[in-house]
């Protein structure tokens, strides 16, 4: 059963910071490019940050490029985002996804939910 | 410009045809893909590159595209195809973006 779980979010103040990683089970994890993707209470789909299979090239959200940092550990099929300088307007549920591949498979986790207040 | 259009609401009559617009520049050059997402639940994909179904998905979903508007067919709809859909591509930065959603009612 494939599997992506979520966890470290919570309640950080305004200024502070927050690791959140992603644990993958299921599927050849180190074979696909990964995506955080995020939505804030009542709102939309925002795509924060992707990295590649093998982690050359990674993407950023301009709304959080220089804050915001993916890595990923093949070896222990787990992608991170270390968030720095958080924000009220980066609340949201994070997700941990896959890109999907040349079938349409694509995984993604339930989420985890990061407040940002004081 | 990187951004995705959406129309925020439609309305669908049971077993009718509903169909959902995205439009965006970069829709000339890049696939778009489409996600169901329904309340408190992670999206699902349903079409990407433009126009093929991950497996599992029903055919009464279908994505075409012209131009820079993509568009994505419900044929046929169910009450449980009732969800918020998000169209989603990339740009030439390789930065993806969502569209702002389309929420469909079936009545």
């Known amino acids: 059963e494939v599997q992506l779980v979520e966890s470290g979010g919570g309640l950080v103040k305004p200024g502070g910071s927050l690791r959140l990683s992603c644990a993958a089970s299921?599927?050849?994890?180190?074979?696909?490019?990964m995506n955080w993707v995020r939505q804030a209470p009542g709102k939309g789909l925002e795509w924060v940050s992707s990295i590649s299979s093998s982690s050359s090239y990674i993407y950023y959200a301009d709304s959080v490029k220089g804050r915001f940092t993916i890595s990923r550990d093949n070896a222990k099929n787990s992608l991170y985002l270390q968030m720095n300088s958080l924000r009220a307007e980066d609340t949201a549920v994070y997700y941990c996804a896959s890109a999907y591949d040349s079938s349409g498979n694509d995984y993604w986790g339930q989420g985890t939910l990061v407040t940002v207040s004081s | 410009s990187s951004e995705l259009t959406q129309v925020p609401a439609v309305s669908v009559a049971l077993g009718q045809t509903v169909e959902i617009t995205c439009q965006g520049d970069?829709?000339?050059?890049?696939?778009a893909s489409w996600y169901q997402q329904k309340p408190g639940q992670a999206p699902l994909l349903v079409i990407y590159?433009?126009?093929n179904r991950p497996s599992g998905i029903p055919d009464r979903f279908t994505g075409s595209s012209s131009g820079n508007t993509a568009s994505l067919t419900i044929t046929g709809a169910r009450a449980d195809d009732e969800a918020d859909y998000y169209c989603h591509s990339r740009d030439s930065s390789a930065k993806q973006v969502f569209g702002g959603g389309t929420k469909v009612t079936v009545l």
């Open positions: 590159e433009t126009r």
């Open positions: 970069i829709l000339d050059n890049y696939y």
């Open positions: 299921g599927f050849t994890f180190s074979s696909y490019s």
